[in-house]
């Protein structure tokens, strides 16, 4: 029995220096990932700042879920917050005091927004830049012309404070930063006729990639507290897109009010910037959504 004892003590024992083993090289892995660069070439985009252009690029920023993490005022904000070991700011983006895009050049917007990559090479952590990977460069221009349009605040750069766990996993590559799952030599999008159009509910759709996966299958978010639900599955025959949402008007009710059709509300989907989407993306989105085959 002694040695029995023993025996089950020393396995234990073992596990737990694992376990310890694996944190720290997690979490060495972890430094390095952030440390990294990752060589982007980019050519700056030509920016127009007339009056067409600046209101679509508000659009985008409104309704594209900037504003969720960087403001409506660009000056950055606490968007996740729990406990003492998780806390994620966006940035000030404004040419105010603080603003990390004073320097920017025109490729560094390019570099930042459509890859997911600093001006010096480094990956931003949490930039969600797999949504917006696949903006044509008329609308990353009129995005950039925006921001570049509104008034200087006084903020401060970027807060990224991870609990254990996540460290550790995304240092083992179960969690991913933007810049390592965008494929960074795909062309920009060419531009497709807006309307209620597959084609145009298929662009539109590019901003659902971060949260709904590649596959706008859905499942637990990456890099999400452990208490997130799962993203819904929007391919066509999951129940979501087959039954609670089969008509448009339901799809659009949703974006607008936050709730299902049952008024329950539904948690972590950025609808400060979602209720901003015109009928036309909307209703575009959901044309696309119920085309899909399951292939």
């Known amino acids: 029995m002694r040695k029995g004892w023993k025996i089950a003590g020393g396995i234990v024992a073992g596990l737990v220096l694992l376990a310890v083993v694996g944190v720290f090289a997690g979490l060495q ?23 067409s252009a600046l209101e679509r690029g508000r659009y985008l920023f409104t309704s594209r879920g900037c504003v969720d993490c960087h403001g409506a005022n660009g000056a950055g904000r606490v968007f996740v917050e729990k406990g003492d070991d998780l806390r994620i700011k966006g940035p000030n983006i404004t040419r105010g005091s603080g603003g990390v895009t004073v320097a920017y050049r025109g490729e560094d917007w390019v570099r930042a927004i459509r890859h997911g990559v ?49 460290r550790v996993l995304y240092g083992f590559g179960a969690i991913q930063d933007a810049a390592a799952k965008i494929d960074h030599n795909l062309p920009p999008a060419q531009a497709v006729a807006e309307g209620v159009n597959v084609q145009h509910g298929a662009y539109v759709a590019n901003m659902c990639l971060g949260c709904h996966g590649p596959q706008l299958a859905g499942g637990k978010i990456p890099g999400g ?7 819904a599955d929007l391919t066509p025959s999951a129940e979501v897109m087959k039954v609670r949402y089969a008509d448009p008007e339901a799809f659009i009710r949703m974006f607008k009010s936050g709730q299902r059709s049952d008024g329950s509300r539904i948690q972590v989907m950025p609808f400060e910037s979602l209720r901003n989407m015109s009928d036309t993306d909307l209703r575009a989105l959901h044309l696309y959504l119920k085309s899909r085959t399951t292939s």
Do not use: I
């Open 29 to 51: 892995l972890s430094e390095r990932k952030q440390a990294r660069r990752v060589a982007v070439q980019v050519q700056a985009l030509p920016v127009a700042a007339d009056a």
């Open 118 to 166: 600093a001006p010096d090479g480094r990956p931003l952590m949490v930039m969600p830049s797999e949504d917006y990977n696949r903006f044509t460069d008329a609308d990353l221009s009129a995005l950039v012309a925006y921001v570049q349009s509104l008034p200087p605040a006084a903020g401060t750069g970027a807060e990224v404070k991870l609990p254990l766990p996540a």
């Open 225 to 231: 507290p452990p208490d997130w639900p799962a993203a």
